[in-house]
């Protein structure tokens, strides 16, 4: 990203801080506000890192993908389907369970992936409309065997299911013992699973052969074919490894935020994702600044809920949580509108391989 945008993250980080921390300093000290801002927009801006990689490693290939959403809620289901149904039936240990659960969830988002490529490669179905059918396939499926498997009158299993919790904060020796900033360095294992993958993504598109390749079927795929590039080949990779990754976002709702699963939790993440993705210039570095302003919208609300009742005078406005919840999405339309600067995506993006 250049230095524009980046000062424009540091800014709106900045005034959220700010804000939470004029909010709730004569209850609290300014630096343990400010630790527990950066801290939880860390975490919460998880699936939002993760989508927008899931995005980046797909664009990047020439093919857009506006099924993120889907994606991420049904790796959502399948994640917590499958971690309580190995605890309950299996009788398997927690930690166990919840790793099988990640498992799922990777697995599912990358089949969605998988169905994704073959619309959008072999079958050279317009895009859009692919992600579009994956998010609508997403919806009505989750809620179908959300219904009748766990919930419904025509549950037929007979076994009452329990979730096994969620995935315990991972104590990192050192830097989670440095006093007020040590809860920053003690996350969750996707939360960090999601900084290391931006680091992974970025050599591997930017370093590496392979990643040369996946960025010249995007830009321009006949000169790549000429060269000996299967370019259905690596649009396929790129987007079931972008649909695995979307999964593991999706995991982050049942295994690690709330053990449980609701119909269309995900609440637009993934539509956020795909502007964190475009903000960030389709560059995993810039989606995970993009991620992070996003997050820290939501932080803000997550520790206003801890001060609202002391509220007064100019900030009273800010006692009733769905104002303040409505920020990550008007940062989205003031992205998605271009008023922050004009962005490139790839050039083949969005464009079906006839060769």
């Known amino acids: 990203m250049e230095t524009r945008r980046h000062a424009f993250v540091a800014l709106i980080v900045a005034v959220l801080i700010g804000a939470a921390v004029l909010a709730g300093v004569p209850r609290v000290s300014a630096a343990s506000i400010v630790a527990s801002m950066i801290a ?4 919460v801006a ?3 890192i993760l989508g927008a990689l899931s995005g980046v490693l797909c664009e990047r290939a020439g093919v857009v993908n506006l099924g993120i959403e889907g994606m991420m809620l049904t790796a959502a289901f399948f994640g917590w389907a499958s971690a309580s149904y190995a ?3 299996w009788g398997l ?6 790793l099988l659960g990640v498992a799922g969830a990777i697995i599912s988002g990358g089949l969605l992936g998988l169905v994704h490529a073959a619309l959008s490669v072999t079958f050279r179905v317009d895009q859009i409309i692919g992600g579009t059918v994956i998010n609508l396939l997403a919806v009505g499926l989750t809620g179908f065997l959300n219904r009748q498997l766990f919930f419904g009158s025509g549950s037929s299993s007979g076994v009452s299911y329990a979730s096994p919790g969620v995935l315990p904060r991972v104590h990192l020796p050192g830097l989670a013992d440095l006093p007020v900033v040590g809860r920053v360095f003690e996350q969750q294992p996707i939360t960090l699973a999601a900084i290391a993958l931006v680091v992974v993504t970025h050599i591997a598109l930017f370093r590496t052969r392979w990643g040369l390749r996946v960025r010249a079927v995007g830009e321009h795929p006949q000169a790549a074919a000429t060269v000996g590039i299967d370019v259905r080949r690596m649009r396929y990779q790129s987007v079931i490894l972008g649909g695995c990754v979307a999964g593991l976002g999706g995991a982050y709702f049942t295994l690690e935020s709330v053990p449980s699963f609701e119909p269309l939790m995900t609440n637009g993440r993934g539509f956020i994702a795909l502007a964190a993705m475009i903000f960030g210039n389709w560059t995993p570095t810039g989606a995970l600044a993009a991620a992070l302003l996003f997050g820290s919208a939501q932080a803000l609300q997550i520790n206003l809920q801890m001060f ?5 005078g100019a900030w009273s406005f800010l006692q009733h949580s769905s104002i303040v919840g409505l920020l990550p999405y008007l940062l989205t339309l003031l992205i998605l509108t271009g008023v922050i600067g004009r962005t490139t995506p790839p050039a083949a993006d969005g464009k079906p391989y006839d060769g």
């Open 308 to 312: 609202r009742e002391q509220l007064s």
């Open 87 to 89: 605890s309950t039936v």
């Open 46 to 48: 998880t699936p939002l």
């Open 93 to 98: 240990p927690p930690s166990i369970s919840l």
């Open 40 to 43: 939880t927009t860390i975490a």
